[in-house]
């Protein structure tokens, strides 16, 4: 259903649409990021002309990418549903001399839709990847909190405390 490659003919008026998934362990760029080497990305891609001849890609991409939580250590999905729209240039000079609304994606060779997935993926992550302010604690804190829980004082404190409760 995703073709490999779009060849630079295969960019029509009317574009077609593409969709199916990708690997996210298959991305050069994106698996050194992931907290596990597993999920995948779909992806849905039109490539078509515009009114004055350009190469257009349109599309979306969807994902819940596995991302270790900088505060608590533990991993979590970061949710990805982006939609795109990008001109394909051979060269980043090209891409210089679009409309400035027109987003450059450049590309020598034949545009491979794994590539444009993985762009757009690296382009939604967060720059710090947290869980939501409030969902997690740091490591150290919950470690401390586990020691004052299990410490014989704790315990010896519990037992005086219902002791006076129960006179
Ligand atoms: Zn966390």
Do not use: K, N
Request: aromatic share 6%; hydrophobic share 45%.
């Amino acid at each position: 259903m995703l073709p490999d490659r779009l060849a630079p003919d295969g960019f029509a008026a009317s574009p077609r649409v593409y969709e199916g998934t990708l690997a996210l362990a298959d991305m050069p760029r994106l698996a050194p990021l992931l907290a596990a080497a597993e999920g995948d990305a779909w992806l849905q891609i039109a490539p078509g002309l515009d009114e004055h001849g350009r190469r257009l890609l349109e599309g979306r991409v969807e994902a819940a990418v596995p991302l270790t939580c900088q505060r608590c250590l533990e991993p979590y999905y970061y949710p990805v549903a982006e939609a795109f729209s990008v001109v394909v240039v051979a060269s980043e000079a090209e891409g210089e001399g679009l409309p400035p609304e027109l987003e450059p994606y450049v590309s020598a060779r034949t545009v491979r839709p794994r590539e444009v997935a993985e762009e757009e993926l690296l382009l939604a992550l967060p720059a710090v990847t947290l869980h939501p302010a409030g969902a997690c604690e740091p490591p150290a804190h919950d470690a401390e909190a586990q020691r004052e829980a299990l410490s014989p004082f704790a315990v010896l404190r519990g037992r005086v405390r219902s002791s006076e409760g129960a006179d």
